[in-house]
């Protein structure tokens, strides 16, 4: 059967009970394998620092490490507070099949370049169309930096949309771990947040693509 997003019901913003203002968008997050933990957006956060960055450019305090039962009401709590949503560019991989081994493997790894090049029949969330729907919407991201073609073509359409509506578009760098190695030799981080070296060099990164109504 084919692969769908974990959280499919809220690609397209229909549970929201409020008017966003920034939408973050991500690639996928597999429904299958058994081993995808994850309870919202950027919920594997064993090595995920998402929900520590994206509090800190708010002035608040991290919500990564929060206690297992408070997720992932704490998380979209924060959300409603800063009108913030979310959504990934894809939907469903339909060529997956659960019952095929070395699909599984591809997904269990959450690779952007296993997607991208061992599939090729996709659907696609229509962030244009929630940018239409929402006009409240004034800042788009794109949480990887990975130029990877088929990534590429699908935010380049939102890209453009945005840039003829007046809408701030920028892509920030991956929150996962594979963050590290990005950072350059002898990095030292300027205005330290948390302990450790790679949350602070992602949040310094954020910080100069963000909004600046939120800074």
């Not at 929060?66 to 009401?73: F, R």
């Amino acid at each position: 059967m084919p692969c769908n997003h974990k959280f499919i019901r809220d690609l397209n913003l229909e549970n929201l009970d409020f008017l966003p203002t920034t939408l973050i968008v991500g690639t996928f997050n597999p429904a299958w394998p058994a081993n995808n933990q994850a309870q919202w957006f950027y919920g594997r956060t064993r090595n995920n620092y998402f929900w520590d960055v994206l509090p800190a450019l708010f002035q608040q305090n991290g919500l990564r490490n929060i206690p297992a039962e408070d997720k992932p009401k704490t998380w979209k709590d924060f959300c409603q507070t800063n009108k913030i949503a979310m959504t990934d560019l894809i939907s469903t991989i339909n060529d997956a099949d659960e019952l095929d081994n070395e699909h599984n493997v591809l997904l269990s790894n959450y690779s952007d370049n296993n997607i991208a090049n061992s599939f090729n029949d996709f659907d696609l969330t229509d962030v244009v169309g929630l940018l239409r729907r929402y006009p409240t919407i004034k800042s788009v991201y794109l949480t990887t930096l990975a130029q990877i073609p088929f990534f590429n073509e699908l935010w380049n359409v939102i890209e453009n949309y945005s840039l003829q509506n007046g809408i701030h578009c920028r892509r920030l760098l991956t929150p996962s771990g594979s963050a590290r190695y990005q950072i350059p030799a002898g990095y030292v981080p300027q205005f330290p947040v948390y302990n450790g070296v790679l949350a602070n060099y992602i949040l310094e990164n954020w910080h100069q693509e963000w909004h600046q109504q939120n800074l």
